[in-house]
């Protein structure tokens, strides 16, 4: 069965710091690994991985995949109060492609 | 540009009822995922419409159906309704075969309430 694993599942932090989270998976047929951000409802696409060793910024963020070790993980630098939100990871998987094998995501409170 | 929009935003309902949830595409998305997302989890993958039929399907029990229109909006449908189907249900839209950066869209999602 397909297993997608989110850690740690909470973090709390004050402004300023840097966070690393991390999202490891077990699935067939690999495909794509994406990081959402989830502030209220709807889950806001962060970055699209698909290859080992490269590393996606956007501003204060990065992740990196390594398709040996069956993992991402996702770095915020100099985090600010609007980085609390819930960071969802996502592996792509199977025979048809988009579908879509969400891990619980890591609650990530960022205090003044 | 409207992304992807559904209807209702909230939903209270008993058990044994029948509900209907609603989605929209993003305008030039082809195909709508359905997923169901409990208190404190991740989203879980119910299934997947293109060409108005259902393409991909999760472990949801038969209770579980949709439909898309010739539009490609979609509708989830769901049966006797237990207490544990209480849950954030969010739709979420996609072009079959993207090169683009960007695989899902979600919607803001139905927050179904069963008591």
């Known amino acids: 069965e397909d297993k997608v694993v989110q850690s740690p599942l909470s973090l709390v932090v004050h402004e300023g710091d840097t966070v690393t989270l991390n999202c490891s998976y077990e699935v067939t047929n690999f495909r794509s690994l994406l990081w959402y951000k989830q502030e209220k409802k709807a889950p806001t696409f962060l970055f699209m991985l698909?290859?080992?060793?490269i590393e996606k910024k956007s501003g204060r963020l990065s992740s990196i995949l390594d398709k040996k070790e069956l993992f991402s993980i996702l770095n915020i630098t100099a985090t600010q109060t609007g980085d609390s939100a819930v960071y969802l990871c996502?592996?792509?998987?199977?025979?048809?492609?988009?579908?879509?094998?969400f891990g619980p995501g890591t609650r990530l409170s960022v205090l003044p | 540009d409207a992304g992807v929009t559904q209807s209702p935003t909230h939903l209270i309902k008993t058990r044994g009822q029948q509900v209907t949830l609603r989605c929209s595409p993003k305008s030039g998305h082809d195909t709508v995922s359905w997923y169901q997302q409990a208190l404190g989890q991740g989203p879980q993958f119910i299934f997947q419409y293109y060409e108005e039929e259902e393409r991909q399907r999760g472990n949801f029990p038969d209770r579980f159906s949709g439909h898309q229109f010739p539009n490609y909006s979609s509708e989830l449908n769901v049966n006797a309704l237990l207490l544990g189907d209480s849950a954030l249900y969010l739709c979420a839209s996609s072009l079959l075969g993207s090169p683009t950066n960007e695989k899902l869209f979600f919607g803001s999602g139905t927050q179904l309430s069963v008591l």
């Open positions: 996502a592996v792509e998987a199977g025979s048809y492609g988009q579908n879509f094998v």
């Open positions: 698909t290859s080992s060793g």
